[in-house]
């Protein structure tokens, strides 16, 4: 009987009686000790006691088992996976006072925090429990800790809209003009949840209006989030608000209500309250900088005049583009929101069937996040991604009449080309910046994951060889565009190549219209055309032909076309597994003709390896390692 399993299944569901049987009965100290400390799902017995409220289970476990009150574990909140979370943190942020009270009275440490550097305190102010709050700053709690990112307990009672916490909070002195990592205070906070009473109360209290990493100001920040009530207060506080902030702060809200809100009356009256107060305002006139026109806005312009302002009503697609050319220049293009909304307004349009205008502000998009973001941002992958997802719906719908009535252009090759090289120069730039991580710190999860959607994007370039309208040149071209990403030798998860994952299922990408079925035998026919090499090995010895095997089934094409082009039927992995020994299911005779792809060599090396004849220092160096591989 599993008996671990047995004693955290009882804690969880809080059966007292049946925990005392396989703890208490016929156990002897030193094995009650290791049920009670060993971890089910990433828990303790008493961790999970404590997270879902079983008193008495935990009661029994601290006082007779004498479970370690400060071992961590593994807990869900809110579908969210909290790492390395001690007992009294779980108590905390699940709400169970009398648990809290239990162990601060059995020596728990008040102020041990999870693999985030987040408290107990934190956690009870993160769901708005005041009562708890309170009995761990009377135990000698913290309030100024803040985790990982820089945010204290004041700054998530503000963003979670707790208001008598926040109140109890600044009654204690906690640091109201504290900066998180990024920069923003609890008034960023405040204003982004949409609390005017907390707001107030921090004013109060001394919050001034500080700017964030982006430049962000809390007036700016409710802008941006749409809450008009608190941009109406913020800026009649003369004593903290400027004049051009009153402006940018209405200019920006009028952009909010067309994108969010879709209010374009809302929108215009903002719009025209900023006008008012930039030309006929107290002091002189603040006019609006000049700014090139871009094409993906279709060449918009900001109006300047009232008069213009009123035509906008006629005519709600130039409303749109003011709409992004007034959040970019306000917000700049460092800003999240700035490229979110100009993706958002492609999708619009995409929707509607405007595929050419949806393609050119996501390439703006991502011409803005690859210029201002770190390489490998998710914000980037979010947008290559897309245009997998686009295109491909592209090439399956191609001449059919979307839901608006207009028919599905074929995919523009110059188009599909422009992202696949913007894909690989992510791929290149993020694999240089890697590079000069240490290997212990090195992390190619989002390395794989841009190399997995390129090769996604190359996957569509191959079908278009195939296209009536392919000419030798196109062809040519498309064969150079994917040489450019194989002489990278860029290498992902597992040491993986780019041919590695188009013979992998793994490397499917899970969306609405997926590009192109993973393992992929017309995408490695190419990869392999231009130079990928058939023979090579990720950290497990695998080369692409044994992931083939691994796809179940193995397509045919895929493992015959491996080895037409060099690759070794007979090579092993770590494990010793050569393809044939990976196929599940099938047998190889059915896959590639074995005596076609049996090679002389291949076998000499095999018999050596069979009877262990000696080699080493007999032959040259150059063929120990092929023996090996046999």
């Not at 769901?127 to 761990?136: A, C, R, T």
């Not at 879709?262 to 107290?282: F, T």
Request: glycine share 6%; with cysteine.
């Amino acid at each position: 009987m599993d008996y671990k399993s047995v004693v955290y299944n009882a804690a969880r569901d809080g059966n007292l009686n049946r925990l005392k049987i396989y703890l208490h009965c016929n156990k002897g100290k030193d094995e009650v000790s290791m049920l009670v400390a060993a971890k089910t799902s990433g828990a303790t017995p008493l961790v999970i006691a404590c997270r879902n409220g079983h008193y008495d289970v935990a009661e029994f476990l601290i006082e007779r088992c004498h479970a370690d009150i400060e071992q961590p574990g593994s807990v869900m909140f809110d579908g969210e996976t909290i790492e390395g979370a001690p007992p009294l943190w779980c108590a905390a942020a699940a709400g169970h006072l009398d648990i809290v009270q239990l162990l601060i009275k059995h020596g728990a440490q008040v102020n041990s925090t999870t693999r985030t550097n987040s408290t107990p305190l934190r956690a009870a102010c993160f769901d708005g429990h005041l009562e708890i709050v309170k009995y761990l700053v009377k135990h000698g709690a913290d309030i100024e800790v803040a985790n990982r990112h820089g945010h204290t307990c004041l700054m998530i009672a503000c963003y979670k809209r707790h208001t008598q916490i926040a109140k109890f909070l600044l009654g204690l002195g906690a640091g109201v003009n504290r900066k998180s990592v990024k920069g923003n205070t609890a008034l960023h906070d405040c204003a982004e949840s949409g609390s005017l009473v907390i707001l107030q109360l921090l004013i109060e209290f001394g919050a001034t209006m500080d700017v964030d990493s982006y430049g962000m100001t809390p007036l700016l920040a409710a802008a941006v989030t749409g809450h008009n009530h608190i941009v109406e207060y913020l800026i009649k506080q003369q004593h903290l608000v400027s004049r051009k902030e009153r402006i940018d702060a209405l200019e920006l809200l009028g952009a909010t209500f067309v994108d969010k809100a879709r209010d374009m009356i809302g929108a215009l009256e903002y719009w025209k309250r900023a006008m008012e107060e930039r030309y006929n305002g107290d002091g002189p006139q603040l006019p609006k900088p000049p700014a090139q026109a871009v094409a993906a806005y279709d060449y918009a312009v900001e109006i300047t005049s009232p008069e213009n302002l009123e035509e906008l009503m006629a005519d709600p697609d130039e409303m749109r583009m003011q709409a992004l050319v007034i959040r970019e220049r306000i917000l700049g293009p460092a800003h999240p929101d700035t490229s979110y909304y100009i993706r958002y307004r492609g999708a619009v349009y995409a929707d509607a069937g405007k595929f050419n205008r949806c393609i050119e502000l996501w390439n703006y998009a991502l011409d803005m996040q690859q210029s201002m973001l770190e390489r490998l941002n998710p914000m980037t992958q979010s947008s290559l991604f897309s245009f997998t997802e686009l295109f491909s719906f592209m090439m399956g719908e191609e001449g059919r009449p979307t839901t608006r009535g207009r028919i599905v252009p074929p995919v523009d090759l110059l188009e599909l080309l422009r992202v696949f090289r913007k894909a690989i120069r992510e791929v290149e730039l993020g694999n240089q910046m890697l590079d000069k991580i240490s290997n212990a710190e090195r992390d190619v999860t989002y390395l794989t994951r841009v190399l997995v959607i390129t090769l996604h994007l190359a996957c569509l370039l191959t079908r278009l060889l195939n296209h009536p309208n392919c000419t030798t040149e196109l062809s040519g071209i498309i064969f150079k565009a994917l040489y450019d990403l194989i002489k990278l030798k860029i290498k992902g998860r597992l040491g993986r190549t780019a041919l590695h994952f188009a013979c992998c299922r793994d490397a499917a990408l899970v969306g609405r219209y997926p590009a192109c079925q993973f393992p992929s035998p017309h995408l490695a026919t190419v990869l392999l055309h231009v130079g990928a090499d058939p023979n090579a090995r990720d950290e497990e010895g695998n080369t692409p032909l044994h992931l083939a095997a691994l796809a179940k089934p193995c397509p045919a094409s895929l493992a015959q076309t491996l080895l037409e082009h060099g690759a070794h039927l007979d090579f092993v992995n770590n494990n010793g597994d050569t393809f044939t020994s990976l196929l599940k299911g099938q047998h190889v005779h059915e896959l590639v003709n074995v005596a076609k792809f049996s090679r002389l060599s291949c076998i000499a090396a095999q018999v050596i390896q069979q009877f262990k004849i000696p080699y080493k220092g007999i032959v040259p160096s150059s063929l120990v390692s092929f023996i090996q591989s046999h």
